[in-house]
């Protein structure tokens, strides 16, 4: 089962459009890093992660203040516009063996890719649920025109591609 490591924007998409649960029904292990959780402070939002997390569903690398120097240091190796959680995101998947990250921020998938880890964004998860059938084509083409008017940011070709062949 393919490990996936998520950052604080996939949560939230998710979210957002309802999909949150879904998603943890996909033959992925999730996991995060505490600095993504700890990202989270809409209330909603954070009880929902905090009841994976407490289900077990969502596995969450705690970083103790002893790596705090050490993960400075590596986001400053990193270099560019990379926050210190998105760099933390790098740092847990270079630990695990054949990971992807699920993100949709640029600068993270750009410095990810540089360190030959596998990147998707949010259509990728689209695409693993109407794959599996956990979401019908008609479901899956609102899902993603809903998700597409409150994240203008995707890329819009890709998206349209799939909300007219899922429709």
């Not at 998710?14 to 998603?23: A, N």
């Not at 969450?60 to 050490?70: E, G, H, L, W």
């Not at 990193?78 to 959680?85: D, I, K, S, V």
Request: hydrophobic content about 40%; charged content about 25%; glycine content about 6%.
């Amino acid at each position: 089962m393919e490990i996936v490591i998520n950052d604080t924007n996939i949560f939230l998409d998710l979210y957002d459009i309802g999909l949150l649960d879904t998603f943890f029904r996909l033959q992925m292990r999730v996991h995060t890093v505490d600095f993504v959780v700890n990202e989270i402070t809409r209330p909603n939002q954070a009880q929902a992660i905090q009841q994976l997390i407490d289900k077990g569903m969502l596995v969450v690398k705690d970083y103790p203040a002893t790596d705090i120097t050490n993960l400075y240091q590596f986001n400053l190796e990193c270099g560019g516009n990379l926050t210190l959680t998105d760099s933390t995101v790098i740092y847990y998947a270079k630990s695990l063996t054949d990971c992807r990250i699920l993100t949709g921020d640029r600068q993270l998938r750009n410095r990810a890719e540089q360190r030959g880890i596998k990147v998707s964004g949010i259509l990728y998860v689209f695409d693993q649920l109407v794959e599996l059938g956990l979401l019908s084509h008609t479901e899956a083409s609102k899902k993603l025109a809903a998700l597409f008017r409150i994240n203008p940011r995707l890329p819009k070709g890709e998206v349209e591609t799939r909300i007219e062949k899922w429709k």
